[in-house]
């Protein structure tokens, strides 16, 4: 055994160099692409697609530890993969001048296609799991046996054309993903993580409940670098949850507010989730569009979780953390607070308007030379950290890059059989032009689809499929894609398969169904508010700036909205509350989510009917006995 060991080891060390060098080298080509600019576009993407690959199958062997055999498996899908996309180099000008679907493939062609599909579906199963390839194979079935398309003009469509394996969805994991990802790496090894932690326990770690308010906070934070729920989860939990649990918390609502917290990083702008980025080039906006249409919707997403916490809080009486225990906001802003620069420049680069990629990979550089400015941040920081941040931004892109080169596939047979529209006539059938019941529909079918895949190709699937129905029957574009890309997100802290209640109930040791349920009680407004910006676009800006009043006044609304439907599934407002008011605060929340100027009345009405009673009980509470 010993003599095995010695003789893998030295194996194992020059695979973890080559490792190393390969995705240091992928960072730095999209590095020097997002300043110079991209060849064209299949180059680009399969350039992409061929370090991903590789990353692939060498980080996700066929069964680890295995034999010669499984070695040379994984070394033949690889170079099956890899020469899938060099048959296109070597061949472009064959590729560009071809008609497409005119001209007959060759045989090459036929092999090499073949061969991309099954490596891509291959390398998708071993980083991602079952459910997306078996979604992809589904589609090919459906193409292939139950429509009039056939076999080679399939084939033409999601290897030989840019509607397919090489569409823009891989285009988007190549420009945009690989560059945010990279500055979320950087952002990490420069310590902001601290930054975020200390910020948010200066701010809300001494108010009721403030160990979970500083899971809201730091989360947020967390969220605007990284779009990750899961990776939120496994940076921020291990630092909160405990806090959360030795306040008073009960395990399971902390790792439902670690992991509700977590799951709206993906909605929060500058750095949103990857799928933002695919809303973008979808819709053919620049992503700071997107960025600004999804600013109040987040906003309102952790107003409610903020107030969760804290009338939870209030309920079962707990308390901060003391005073004398926390960092002094001033002095972390002394310590750490330049560290805030490079989100700052992302931010107003694209308020500028330069393009995303170029402003990620300025941020990205930014990262070192501000940390290096101050003996606090620069502590222990080396070249090494540099290097780090390069691998870890290329293995950590390398789900988003087979899922969208997955997804493709997905695309390729939605668009080449006609099956979007007729998936909008079975929504628009089964709605009977019913826009709430088409809404209600979409929005239970991208919880499902996000339990079994992740956010990007969920939103995409829903995008090709759902979202047509809905502009259909009225609801605005940009309202529509925002509606799709929130309910894919918002699986994650869905029962039964639930990835962010997942990460955080393993770290606060609890019930996986429990930690599930209240997710969905903390996380409750986050169901709702897709529904507020189909109604009332103005939450979303739609119009830019034009219309600000009316956003301000949709937004204030809505936030006392949120704030009710908080009060009233946690049972407390100003006092403890009884079922009937309970009910009363659901139903004025409902009707301050509305748009109309009666329904909102009506709301505030009741809403003053029920701080009307409960302020003699607080008064009386608060006088000693």
């Known amino acids: ?116 599909v099954l490596v891509i579906l291959e390398g998708t199963r071993r980083i991602l799991g079952w459910a997306l390839p078996i979604t992809a194979a589904v589609f090919l079935i459906y193409a292939g046996l139950f429509t009039q398309v056939t076999f080679p003009v399939l084939l033409e469509q999601l290897y030989l054309s840019t509607e397919g394996i090489f569409g823009s969805t891989l285009g988007v994991s190549a420009s945009y993903v690989m560059l945010f990802v990279l500055f979320g790496a950087f952002m990490e090894r420069s310590g902001t993580g601290q930054l975020f932690m200390d910020f948010a326990l200066s701010l809300t770690g001494h108010t009721a409940g403030g160990p979970g308010k500083v899971a809201v906070v730091s989360s947020s934070l967390f969220g605007t670098v990284s779009g990750s729920a899961v990776a939120n989860v496994m940076v921020d939990g291990p630092l909160t949850i405990p806090l959360m649990k030795r306040t008073g918390f009960r395990p399971a609502f902390a790792a439902a507010v670690e992991a509700t917290a977590s799951t709206g990083g993906q909605i929060m702008p500058p750095v949103m989730g990857a799928a933002a980025f695919v809303m973008a080039e979808f819709l053919a906006v620049p992503y700071a569009q997107v960025a600004l249409w999804a600013a109040i919707p987040a906003i309102l997403y952790y107003v409610a979780v903020f107030f969760a916490v804290h009338f939870e809080a209030k309920r079962h009486g707990l308390h901060g953390v003391p005073k004398s225990e926390l960092p002094r906001l001033s002095r972390v802003m002394r310590d750490r607070g330049h560290l805030f620069v490079p989100i700052i420049i992302i931010f107003v680069g694209l308020t500028m308007g330069y393009s995303a990629p170029l402003c990620a990979l300025a941020g990205s550089l930014a990262c070192l030379p501000v940390a290096l400015l101050r003996k606090t941040t620069r502590e222990g920081l080396t070249f090494n950290h540099v290097l780090e941040a390069l691998e870890e931004g290329a293995k950590n892109t390398l789900s988003v ?7 493709g596939i997905v695309i390729g047979c939605v668009t080449i059989t006609g099956l979007g529209i007729v998936f909008t006539q079975i929504v628009v059938g089964l709605s009977h032009n019913a826009l709430p019941l088409a809404l209600i529909l979409t929005g239970l079918a991208g919880i499902v689809l996000g339990m079994g895949m992740p956010t990007t190709p969920a939103y995409i699937v829903m995008v090709a499929l759902l979202v047509p129905a809905l502009v259909k029957l009225g609801a605005p574009v940009p309202a529509a894609h925002m509606f799709a890309f929130y309910f894919a997100i918002l699986s994650a802290i869905t029962p039964p398969v639930a990835l962010a209640v997942y990460a955080a109930a393993s770290l606060a040791k609890c019930d996986l169904w429990a930690a599930g349920w209240h997710a969905v009680r903390v996380g409750a407004a986050g169901f709702i508010v897709p529904f507020m910006f189909i109604y009332e676009p103005a939450l979303l800006m739609i119009n830019g700036w034009a219309q600000i009043h009316v956003s301000l006044l949709a937004f204030a609304s809505a936030t006392i909205g949120c704030m009710c439907l908080a009060a009233g599934l946690h049972g407390y407002l100003m006092a403890p509350a009884r079922p009937w008011e309970r009910a009363v605060l659901v139903a004025a929340a409902l009707l301050l989510i509305a748009p109309e100027l009666i329904s909102s009345l009506i709301g505030l009405a009741l809403l003053a009917a029920v701080i009307a009673v409960q302020l003699p009980r607080r008064r009386a509470a608060a006088q000693p006995a």
């Open 1 to 116: 055994m010993q003599e095995e060991n010695a003789a893998t080891a030295p194996r194992a060390v020059a695979l973890r160099r080559v490792v190393t060098a390969i995705a240091v080298v992928m960072s730095l080509y999209h590095m020097y692409v997002a300043a110079f600019g991209p060849p064209e576009a299949v180059i680009f993407r399969g350039t992409h697609l061929m370090f991903a690959l590789t990353l692939v199958f060498v980080l996700y062997p066929s069964r680890a530890g295995g034999g010669v055999g499984w070695r040379i498996v994984d070394a033949l899908l690889l170079l099956a993969g890899l020469g899938a996309v060099l048959h296109i180099f070597f061949n472009y000008e064959y590729y560009t001048n071809r008609i497409i679907y005119i001209d007959e493939l060759t045989l090459a062609d036929r092999l090499w296609g073949i061969a991309a």
């Open 401 to 407: 890059a087979m899922a969208c080169a997955c997804a």
